[in-house]
C-alpha cells in the first residue's frame, strides 16, 4: 500500500489550499472528501479581500473571475429593521478593492481541481471515519462508496469541519457553547443588490442575520447566533430565521421583486475562542475543524486559507527534520497564535462580553453610540468598516485616537437619544426611562439568581484581558528592541 506523505481529510478551502501548497512543493499528498464534486456546504460564503488575495497566491484567481460574482464594496447595516448606517468598503495595498460571494459549490470545486492540477491525489465519496498512529505513521479509516477503506500516511491533516472527525478521534473535539454558533442559510433568487447587508433585532442580540449578493439574482441570506445565550434566553433561531425572511421579503418589493427563497439549512460553526493546540502526535488540524473562524463575523474561509498556509510551513519543517511527534508539531500553535492572536483575540473578548445578555440595554446603546460615531466620522466608519469588512485588523480599533473619536461624539448621540424634539417622542423618551427603571430591577434580580453563571462571566472576561494586556506588552517591549 502507498504511504502518503500527508493525508488531508476534507477538501473544503482548507484542506485543498494546504494540498496545493504541499503537492506544489514536491511532497505526496492524499486528498479525501465525503462527497462528490461539486457539492454544496451550508456557508455564508463571503470571501473578503484578503481571502481573495490568498486564492490568487494559490493559483486560483482566473478561475474566481469567470465564475463572474458581483463585487461588493459597501454595506449597510440595520436594527430592528431601521437602517442605522451604511459604508464603504476601504482600500487597502495589496488586496482587491472588493469582497465577493462564492457559493461554495463552486468555490470548494475549483480548488479541488487546482489540488488536482498541483499533483495532489483525490478520494472523492470517501468519508475519513477514525484513525490509529502507528509506529511507522498514520492509519486512517474511512467509508469509500459504502465500503470499508483505509490509507497509510506519515501526517494526518484534519480539515473536516466543524463537527470533524479528526478532531473528535484525536480527543480535542470543542462543543463549548459559548464558542459554538447555530446558524441557518438560504438563498434568494431574483433578489439583485450590491452590499452586504447586516441586521440585528433587540430581541435576538448578539444574534446577526446577513444578505451577501452573490451574482444579479441569486443572494446568500441567514442568521446566526452564539449558541449559549441562544439557549439560556430561552430564544429559537428558526423564529429568528422567519422574522428575517419577511425582511428580506421587504428588501425584495422595495426593489420590485418578489424574491423566492431556497430551502434553509442549519449548521454549526466553531469560532476561535474554542481554539486549543490544534496539534496531536502525527497530525494538525487546520480550517474549522481547529475553531478557526472570526467572532465577530463568523466568517471563515480566509481564516481557513491562512490556517493552511501557516499548516504547510510547520509540515515542511517537520519533513526536513524526519520527525512527526507533538514535540515537532507544536511549532504550528507557536506560529497560528502569533499571525491570529493579535486580532481574534479581541473578537473573541467582544463576543464574550455581549454573550451577557443581562447587559443588553447596554450593548444595544453601545451599539447605537459606534453607528452615530460612523455616521459623523469617516475615518471611524472606515476603520470599523474595514473591521468587518476583513480588511483592517481589530487591534485598530484598541487606539488612543479610535478612543478619542468616540468620545467627541458622545455629546451629540447623547442630544440624539435624549433630545425632546417632537412632543410625541418627548412620550417615548418617558417610555425609555421606565424601561431603563425595570433593567436595573430585573439586573440586581439577575446577580441574585443567576450568581454562579454572572461570576464566572466576569471570570472569563477578566482572564481575556489579561491575556490581551500580556500580549500588547509582548508586542510593546518586542517593537522596542
Known amino acids: 500500500m502507498t504511504v502518503y506523505d500527508v493525508i488531508i481529510a476534507g477538501a473544503g478551502p482548507a484542506g485543498s489550499a494546504l494540498a496545493i501548497e504541499l503537492a506544489g512543493a514536491g511532497y505526496s499528498v492524499l486528498l479525501m472528501d465525503g462527497a462528490r464534486f461539486p457539492r454544496d456546504k451550508v456557508c455564508g460564503d463571503y470571501v473578503s479581500p484578503r481571502g481573495l488575495a490568498r486564492l490568487e497566491a494559490l493559483g486560483c484567481g482566473d478561475a474566481v473571475r469567470a465564475l463572474a460574482c458581483t463585487p461588493i464594496r459597501s454595506s449597510r447595516l440595520y436594527l430592528n429593521s431601521e437602517r442605522l448606517v451604511s459604508g464603504s468598503l476601504p482600500r487597502v495595498a495589496g488586496l482587491p478593492a472588493y469582497g465577493l460571494a462564492i457559493p461554495r459549490r463552486d468555490l470548494d470545486e475549483l480548488l479541488f481541481r487546482r489540488a488536482l492540477a498541483a499533483g495532489a491525489e483525490g478520494r472523492e465519496a470517501c468519508r475519513v471515519s477514525g484513525f490509529e498512529v502507528t509506529g511507522a505513521g498514520v492509519e486512517v479509516a474511512a467509508v469509500r462508496e459504502g465500503k470499508p477503506h483505509r490509507a497509510l500516511g506519515r501526517l494526518l491533516v484534519g480539515a473536516d469541519g466543524a463537527t470533524s472527525v479528526v478532531a473528535r478521534t484525536a480527543g480535542m473535539g470543542m462543543n463549548d457553547s459559548r464558542y459554538t454558533l447555530a446558524s441557518i442559510r438560504a438563498y434568494a433568487h431574483d433578489l439583485t443588490i450590491d452590499h452586504t447587508i447586516m441586521y440585528f433585532d433587540e430581541k435576538y442580540f448578539p444574534g446577526y442575520g446577513w444578505v451577501f449578493p452573490v451574482r444579479p439574482g441569486l443572494c446568500n441570506i441567514g442568521v446566526g447566533m452564539v449558541s449559549e445565550p441562544l439557549v439560556r434566553g430561552g430564544l429559537k433561531l428558526p423564529e429568528f430565521y422567519a422574522k428575517f425572511q419577511r425582511f428580506v421579503m421587504h428588501l425584495g ?31 494538525l488540524l487546520i480550517g474549522e475543524a481547529g475553531c478557526f473562524v472570526d467572532p465577530i463575523n463568523g466568517e471563515g474561509i480566509p481564516l ?56 443588553l440595554p447596554l450593548w444595544l446603546t453601545s451599539f447605537r453610540g459606534m453607528c452615530h460615531t460612523a455616521r459623523s466620522d469617516p475615518h471611524y466608519a472606515q476603520i470599523t468598516g474595514g473591521i468587518l469588512g476583513g480588511v483592517i485588523p481589530a487591534r485598530a480599533a484598541l487606539t488612543p485616537e479610535m478612543f478619542a473619536r468616540t468620545l467627541r461624539h458622545v455629546p451629540g448621540f447623547l442630544r440624539e437619544m435624549f433630545s425632546p424634539g417632537d412632543p410625541r417622542r418627548a412620550a417615548d423618551r418617558l417610555a425609555e426611562g421606565l424601561k431603563l427603571l425595570r433593567w436595573q430591577y430585573d439586573l440586581a434580580r439577575a446577580v441574585v439568581r443567576d450568581g454562579p453563571w454572572f461570576r464566572a462571566w466576569l471570570g472569563e472576561v477578566e482572564s481575556k484581558q489579561r491575556r490581551l494586556a500580556a500580549q500588547a506588552v509582548r508586542s510593546a517591549v518586542a517593537g522596542a528592541t
Open 253 to 283: 418589493r422595495a426593489h420590485g421583486v418578489e424574491p423566492r427563497l431556497g430551502p434553509q439549512r442549519g449548521w454549526p460553526i466553531r469560532s476561535y475562542g474554542g481554539a486549543h493546540r490544534n496539534y496531536f502526535e502525527r497530525g
Open 304 to 359: 481557513a486559507l491562512e490556517t493552511a498556509r501557516i499548516a504547510a510551513s510547520t509540515i515542511r519543517a517537520a519533513f526536513r527534520q524526519g520527525r512527526f511527534g507533538a514535540a515537532v508539531l507544536s511549532q504550528y500553535e507557536l506560529d497560528f497564535r502569533a499571525a491570529l492572536d493579535p486580532d481574534l483575540a479581541i473578537s473573541d473578548l467582544a463576543v464574550a462580553m455581549i454573550r451577557n445578555r443581562h447587559l
